[in-house]
């Protein structure tokens, strides 16, 4: 008996330290992590100068603390909101994001970055692609 509840014990504790390594329990990503995740790929990408790369940190700034806050405002009503007018909503703010980003680079600048670099940014499904169940949601919303 004592042996099977030491391997319980140490059974939780590994699964807690894997599911920490990985980025604990679905923490959001703070606003200024967000901007500079894409101010430094804005950077490195299209090597901005300071006074663009200056305006694009307090746009995205902006918009991400609105968005927070009419995430939480949505989210205090108790019970989960309306699926489609959350998601009306915040493809309000990513057409915000994409607006501000659009008005610091060229036009071919900005279908790099629509094409290539932004969805390389978005969080893979399960495992990520080739992982196990990775590239799931990308081929179901394909087909």
């Known amino acids: 008996m004592k042996k099977l509840l030491l391997v319980l014990i140490i059974g ?15 923490q959001r990503v703070t606003m200024e992590e967000r901007v500079k995740r894409i101010t430094s790929k804005l950077d490195s990408a299209f090597k901005l100068d300071t006074q663009r790369l200056s305006a694009v940190d307090t746009a995205l700034k902006v918009l991400f603390k609105a968005q927070d806050a ?31 980003i659009e008005a610091v680079l060229s036009k071919e600048e900005f279908g790099i970055w629509k094409e290539k670099i932004q969805p390389s940014m ?8 080739g992982g196990p169940g990775g590239g799931q949601f990308r081929e179901r919303n394909n087909q």
């Not at 939780?12 to 679905?26: D, E, H, K, N, Y």
């Not at 939480?72 to 998601?87: F, I, T, V």
């Not at 978005?122 to 692609?129: E, H, Q, S, Y």
Request: aromatic share 6%; no cysteine; charged share 25%.
């Open 12 to 26: 939780t504790l590994f699964s807690i330290g894997a599911v920490s390594a990985q980025g604990g329990f679905g």
């Open 122 to 129: 978005r969080p893979r499904g399960m495992g990520g692609p």
């Open 70 to 100: 009419k995430r939480q405002e949505m989210m205090s009503g108790g019970g989960m909101p309306d699926r489609e007018l959350m998601m009306a909503e915040m493809k309000k703010f990513s057409d915000a994001q994409d607006a501000i």
